[in-house]
Each structure stands twice: as C-alpha cells, then as structure tokens.
C-alpha cells in the first residue's frame, strides 16, 4: 500500500472513530488506538505534505455540532491541545519552547479533566450563554442544560463581562449512581464518566440533565477582560469571581517539577473524586503566550500529556446514550 492509500483509510478510520465518540457519544475504540493511528497519519502527512487535505482529522478540531441545538459560533475559536506521550516527549516540548523564546520560562502543569470543553459567557457578571466546543468554531448552545450545574454561578461576584473556558464532567460517584439506577432498570450502560457527561449535556429536556448531578471546572479565558498578565494570575482573578478553579494547579520552574507534577498524579488519580486523562501544561506568561502563537488547530504554547490507557471499553451494544 502506498502512502496516499494509507492516509486515505486511516482518514476514513478516524471519521468514523470521531463521530462516534463525538456526535454518538460512543466510542468503539480507546482513545490511544484513535490517538496513534491520528500521529501515524500526522507523521505520514509530514512527509508527504502535498496530500494534505483542509478535511483532514489532522486539521480539525472535535466534530460538527448536533442539529437538535441552535448553533452557536464562537468569538475565539476553542482549540484543541497538542499531545505529549512520554518523558523524552515532554522534554523536547519544554526544549523547543525555551528554544523559541531564547530564555527558559515558567509553567503551569493542571490536570487533564476528563469531560466536555464548554465556553461559559458572562455580561455584567450575569450567565447568559453556554455552548460546547462543537468544531472549535460553531458549538451548541447548552445554556438552559449548564444551568442545572450547581458549580456554575449564574452571578459573579463583580459585574464581569467575559467569556470562560471549562470542562463539564461526571463525579465519579454521581457516574456510580446513574449506571447502577440505569442497571436496576435493565437499562444500559454508559461506557465512562466523559460519555455520560456528553450525554446528559446534549438532553433537549434540562430536567434530565438537572438529575445527573454533573460539575465543572473553568481553566481558561476566552474572550479575555482580565487584568491578569499570565494564566495563573487568571485562574486568581476567575476563583475570586466566584468561579469553579480547580486547587491542584501548580506553577513550574523546571522540567523536572512538570515530570514530577506528573509523577504524581498518575499514581494519585485513582484518589479524585473525578476522572483526568491526563495532565496540561501551559505557558504561564501571557506575553509568552503571545510569541509563541498557534498552529491551525492548537496553541504552541500548551500540549496535554496523555495517561497510557487503561480505559476498558464497553461494546456498542451496552451502551445507550438516547436518554
Ligand atoms: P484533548 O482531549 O487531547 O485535549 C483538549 C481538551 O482538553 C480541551 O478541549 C479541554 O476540553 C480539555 N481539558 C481538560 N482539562 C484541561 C485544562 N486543565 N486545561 C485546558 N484544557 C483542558 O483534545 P480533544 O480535541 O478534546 O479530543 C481529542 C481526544 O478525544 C483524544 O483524547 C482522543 O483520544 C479522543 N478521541 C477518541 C476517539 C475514540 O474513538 N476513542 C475519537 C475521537 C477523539
């Protein structure tokens, strides 16, 4: 097989991988089968540039919005995030970063939420929007379903007008709950917290998602109001607003803090009372930030490190995500 045939079947592979974990909500496959097979294709592109093609899953960012909702198109794209696997990963990251901006620099390591990328907009430090991510730049407007989120402020504590980024997810307990009342019912199952979450945000009736006792963490800002000059400064600014921020951020000095950030919490997971998938790191200086800039589908000056996988998946036929 040549190398076009090769992109062209792993391309078909991964649509069908996106819109099943995406727009269905369930996923046939783990997320490292669809992450390794989306680095063969990233590679492959890389040396055959000229079959690079606008739809390919290389350069799109999650999957078009559901039609059951009014679209919603955001002020500032929601992007994606560049992946990191290992150890010698994460160092060549830090390295080409450093490299860039000619100085070493301070980093912010998060945890990796395993949940549904949500943009939250306040006018005068009122909700009156929530959308999914949708493709990066039209999402689903989910506004009445965010509002039966306990942790979301429907008023700041300042009449903010901003836009906020987050992750809507499923305490593990309340994902406990749900499968074990769906199983007493002969119901099916829900494969993992993230595909409930997806689910229960995309009911067009708001009292289910209400039952679902869902939460939320913000981790960004959009459409940026903030005096902050860096991220941390921002995560500050959002906290004192009223804003779920979540306390095991950690600023970072070196490469070693972040593998030792990461040491941590790959054996300390298992203790949240959510689920992560992984860990964020970012540059915390938003001037930085600035100069390092964007490729067409993630900022250069964040990536995700990524667990190895050890997600048991469910097959199609266990899981419903209609309700
Ligand atoms: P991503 O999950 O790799 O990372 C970006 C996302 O991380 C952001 O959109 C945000 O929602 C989230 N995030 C959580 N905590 C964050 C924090 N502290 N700061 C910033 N962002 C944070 O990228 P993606 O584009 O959302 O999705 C790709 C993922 O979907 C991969 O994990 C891939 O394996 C999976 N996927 C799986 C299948 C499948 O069939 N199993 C199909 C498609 C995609």
């Known amino acids: 097989m040549d190398a076009s045939q090769r992109i062209d079947e792993i391309r078909q592979t991964l649509n069908r991988y996106s819109y099943e974990y ?8 783990p997320d490292a089968t669809y992450d390794q097979l989306l680095r063969e294709l990233t590679e492959l592109e890389t040396e055959h540039p000229e079959l690079i093609t606008p739809d390919s899953p290389t350069q799109r960012v999650g999957a078009a919005p559901l039609e059951a909702f009014e679209k919603v198109t955001h002020d500032l794209p929601m992007l994606s ?6 150890e010698t990963e994460i160092r060549e990251w830090v390295a080409r970063i450093e490299r860039s901006l000619g100085r070493s620099t301070t980093y912010v390591a998060e945890l990796k939420f395993d949940g549904l990328a949500i943009s939250l907009k306040y006018e005068d430090g009122r909700f009156v929007r929530g959308a999914t991510r949708g493709d990066g730049t039209v999402g ?31 305490p593990k307990q309340s994902f406990e709950r749900l499968n074990k009342d769906r199983a007493s019912r002969e119901e099916t199952l829900f494969a993992n917290p993230r595909n409930a979450a997806a689910g229960s945000l995309r009911q067009l009736d708001s009292s289910i998602t209400a039952s679902r006792n869902l939460s939320l963490f913000v981790y960004g800002v959009g459409v940026n109001t903030l005096t902050a000059r860096s991220h941390s400064e921002a995560m500050a600014q959002l906290a004192s607003l009223g804003l779920p ?13 972040i593998l030792a950030y990461i040491a941590h919490w790959t054996e300390a997971r298992a203790s949240l009372p959510y689920e992560i998938d992984g860990i964020v790191l970012k ?17 250069r000056f964040a990536t995700a490190y990524k667990f190895a996988a050890e997600e048991v998946m ?3 036929e266990d899981v419903d995500f209609s309700v």
Do not use: W
Request: net charge negative; aromatic share 6%; hydrophobic share 35%.
């Open 22 to 29: 995406y727009v269905l909500d369930q996923p046939t496959v």
């Open 81 to 86: 995030l560049g992946n990191v696997f290992d």
């Open 140 to 170: 689903e407007n989910i506004t009445q379903n965010l509002r039966t989120i306990k942790a979301l402020p429907l008023r700041l504590q300042a009449e903010a007008t901003i836009e906020v980024r987050g992750e809507a997810y499923m």
């Open 245 to 257: 921020t979540n306390q095991h951020m950690q600023t970072c000095e070196t490469v070693e803090e």
């Open 283 to 299: 540059v915390d200086r938003y001037d930085d930030q600035e100069e390092l800039g964007f490729t067409a589908k993630s900022p």
């Open 314 to 316: 469910t097959t199609v």
